[in-house]
């Protein structure tokens, strides 16, 4: 029992030791700023709890981040460096929105399953165009899901610009999708979604699936050394790319939740860079699931609580932009370094 | 006349292209693939402005962009090559510290988070309206050009120079072709991708000067929307090569200018700007059919049927 937790105390050192600095780092700079960087920091990081409707805002900003988290901790124990998260949410969001827009005549028993699924499905067939090109033809994953990123966003902008825009509406926004689709709040707190619930439920999930199945451990083999799996008789092309569907339709989920459970509608700048910061959750997780949905809740916490700590000190909310990228540079160096030695 | 105006509107589109596929290269070269292009583009353009208005002189301003510029990618560099931190991780830090610090120091310093507009704004060095006359259609287009355009159009030869017939060029490729190899051969890996780092620091310095200096004179939160990408798109469709780098750089910076003028045929402009990306993930995968129809192992045949 002591072995194991000195265990989960090695393993979170560095990134615990990478999120320490750059608060320490980000403390120096809100001191130079403000006269009470402590109240600064305290809203920063604990105004999430402060009331019940920060507490659900908090909630719904950690949804997407948990799964889209989970799916890049899939694509890396495949081995595939998925920096595709921001497409893959894009496409879940517009899919969902396009078909709950086009099908509002239906019955909502019809629709939901459909406009959800749809979203999955959309994320998922992002996803897989790398991983077969990876796999099949050996096309570097970073360069085409950076690529489709940039592709999927402008299909969307179009969409949400020319063809399903409300025009009543400010901004690049869609129409609503029907209300009879819409998500139910989570139990006990009004305003939260209650894909929150789905969100955790999956981290769990994903845990059991990755290493507590047969599947989980052929992926596993296949990202560690593929050609080695193969020889050992793993199907470890197809479970690469499996696992890259399955990284694609998480984040298309948290994209088709995020439009039924919190936006009701697509929004083209409703995501504050999810992609980039839930690859950052996952890799600080060091690719562990559980591990994923706890740095998910950290950097909510921290996104949102820079809202409350610009309203009650003068401090920029466009710190916590700061502080990732710091944090973004200082854990991999961790990461990557401790991973050698070991 | 048309022709001149559709020429010069290439040329400003496909400068700071051009440099960022050049940025991209160098460092591809050293096999390093650099997605920091776009951080340090937008790095330069905000010090472009915010020095170049504060002292008055376009010069300063010019300079200070391409030395922030460099000091990035040794920060990429640092941390990557004596930290041993992922090249993809690290540099999309680099871009996310580049976005979040600009937007920091403009709502902190400035109090303007919408963008950095100074009342006067030196202007940088272009090509005198009416001296090239003489020369027909490609003069006038080159006229009111800045001075980044020329350095642009230069950094192609030089580069290629540099890469195939120089002996730094030539280790700086050994380094990324085969590292043990040239590890054996004494060339000192760390410093030549670092060296590559800087190059390309120098070139997006230049591209993100380009962009703030040239005519707007301001700077915007994402001023330089994916254009470090469709650099690095441009890198990886030319193959890392000079030649072909620049012309698919030019070839983007042409969809780029036809981009607004497309929209009269009913062609949303977003299709037209995809096409960068979808070029490079095409012309990647065709490349790598090719190898792969090349490497494929010989069909048995059954000659006795």
Redesign the interface.
């Known amino acids: 029992m002591t072995a194991s937790l000195l265990d989960v105390l090695r393993a979170i050192r560095a990134p615990v030791a990478a999120i320490l600095l750059t608060l320490a780092i980000g403390f120096l700079l809100v001191a130079s700023?403000t006269d009470e960087p402590v109240r600064a920091y305290r809203d920063l990081l604990f105004a999430n709890f402060d009331s019940l409707s920060n507490f659900a805002l908090f909630l719904n900003r950690a949804t997407p981040l948990t799964l889209i988290a989970l799916g890049v901790v899939f694509a890396f124990r495949a081995g595939i460096?998925n920096?595709g998260g921001e497409g893959q949410l894009y496409a879940g969001a517009i899919t969902t929105t396009v078909i709950g827009i086009a099908g509002a005549s239906m019955p909502a028993i019809v629709l939901f399953p459909l406009a959800l699924l749809g979203g999955i499905a959309a994320g998922a067939v992002v996803g897989w165009v790398p991983g077969v090109?990876k796999v099949?033809?050996?096309?570097?994953e970073?360069?085409?899901t950076?690529?489709?990123n940039?592709?999927v966003l402008?299909?969307t902008?179009?969409l949400a610009n020319?063809v399903i825009r409300d025009t009543t509406a400010y901004g690049a926004v869609s129409w609503m999708v029907p209300e009879t689709i819409w998500l139910p709040p989570m139990p006990l707190v009004p305003r939260a979604t209650s894909g929150f619930l789905v969100a955790v439920v999956l981290a769990f999930a994903s845990w059991v699936v990755l290493f507590r199945t047969r599947w989980g451990a052929e992926v596993r083999a296949a990202g560690t050394n593929l050609r080695f799996a193969e020889a050992t008789g793993v199907p470890a092309a197809r479970r690469v790319i499996t696992a890259m569907v399955v990284a694609g339709g998480l984040a298309g989920l948290a994209g088709s939740l995020y439009v039924l459970g919190v936006g009701h509608r697509f929004e083209q700048n409703f995501s504050p860079?999810y992609g980039?910061v839930g690859?950052t959750c996952a890799?600080l997780a060091r690719t562990h699931p559980i591990g994923a949905l706890a740095t998910a809740l950290f950097y909510a916490m921290m996104l949102n609580g820079a809202a409350y700590m610009q309203i009650s000190t003068d401090v920029?909310?466009?710190?916590?932009?700061?502080?990732?990228?710091?944090?973004?540079?200082l854990?991999?160096?961790?990461?990557?370094?401790a991973a050698?030695h070991a | 006349m048309t022709l001149t105006a559709l020429l010069a509107s290439v040329l400003e589109q496909s400068t700071p292209i051009l440099l960022a596929a050049l940025a991209a290269m160098i460092t591809l070269r050293a096999n390093i693939l650099n997605v920091a292009v776009e951080g340090m583009m937008l790095a330069a353009a905000f010090t472009a402005i915010a020095v170049g208005g504060w002292s008055g002189s376009a010069l300063q301003g010019f300079l200070a962009a391409i030395v922030v510029a460099i000091l990035f990618s040794q920060l990429l560099a640092l941390l990557t090559l004596r930290f041993s931190a992922d090249f993809i991780v690290a540099g999309l830090g680099i871009n996310l510290l580049a976005a979040g610090g600009t937007l920091f120091i403009l709502e902190r310093y400035y109090n303007s988070p919408g963008g950095l507009r100074p009342i006067a704004f030196p202007e940088i060095w272009h090509i005198p309206v009416g001296s090239l006359s003489r020369i027909p259609v490609i003069g006038p287009a080159f006229e009111d050009q800045s001075i980044i355009v020329l350095i642009a159009i230069l950094a192609v030869p030089l580069s290629y120079v540099f890469l195939y017939h120089t002996p730094l060029g030539s280790n700086l490729r050994a380094a990324g072709e085969d590292e043990h190899a040239a590890r054996s051969a004494g060339i000192r890996i760390e410093r030549m991708k670092a060296l590559s780092l800087a190059i390309s620091g120098l070139l997006a310095g230049l591209a993100g000067a380009q962009l703030a200096m040239d005519k707007l004179h301001f700077f915007l939160p994402d001023m330089t929307s994916g254009r470090g990408f469709i650099g690095l798109a441009a890198t990886l469709f030319g193959g890392g090569l000079p030649w072909m780098t620049t012309a698919a750089a030019v070839l983007f910076g042409f969809f780029g200018a036809l981009g607004d003028r497309l929209q009269v045929f009913a062609i949303p402009s977003q299709f037209v700007l995809m096409l960068p990306y979808l070029a490079a993930i095409l012309g990647l995968t065709f490349a790598r059919w090719r190898i792969h129809l090349r490497n494929r192992p010989a069909k048995v045949t059954d000659e006795s049927a």
């Open positions: 700023i460096f920096v090109l099949r033809l050996a096309v570097d970073v360069v085409t950076l690529m489709l940039i592709i402008l299909i902008s179009w020319q860079a980039l690859l890799l920029p909310r466009s710190l916590v932009n700061l502080l990732t990228g710091l944090l973004v540079l854990m991999t160096a961790r990461l990557v370094r050698r």
